[in-house]
């Protein structure tokens, strides 16, 4: 069936970098919007960058803006998500998602799907 496999997730000190990646299997992710949503401990998940089917343009949550960076590799059929200059608050379980549409309407949960089974990333010295 669908699935979707995130990895990439590490301990990191604050300051460092990681990439995460979401692969997509038996399916084409050329063909649907693409979300990264994060869940920290004891807190609701919340949406952090989404990348347009359209024009591959991304939206990104205000804490993140200028330090993550979504980007699509259509021949490995992944996501990327670049993480610059992690703050401890940004540890939490990853996830990625698959949404019909052309253009990211905000980081709500609304309409995605599909959703793989996280990846930890923790900041932490």
């Known amino acids: 069936q669908v699935q979707i496999v995130e990895s990439g997730g590490d301990l990191v000190q604050p300051g460092g970098s990681l990439r995460l990646s979401c692969t997509g299997s038996?399916?084409?992710?050329?063909?649907?919007?693409i979300g990264w949503f994060r869940q920290a401990p004891g807190k609701e998940r919340e949406g952090v960058s989404c990348i347009n089917l359209s024009d591959d343009g991304a939206t990104y949550a205000d804490s993140v803006k200028g330090r993550f960076t979504i980007s699509r590799d259509r021949t490995k059929n992944t996501v990327y998500l670049q993480m610059n200059n992690l703050k401890p608050e940004d540890t939490a379980v990853y996830y990625c998602?698959?949404?019909?549409?052309?253009?990211?309407?905000?980081?709500?949960?609304?309409?995605?799907?599909?959703w793989g089974q996280g990846t930890q990333v923790t900041v932490s010295s």
């Open positions: 998602a698959r949404r019909f549409g052309q253009v990211c309407s905000g980081l709500t949960e609304d309409g995605f799907g599909s």
């Open positions: 038996r399916f084409s992710m050329d063909y649907w919007l």
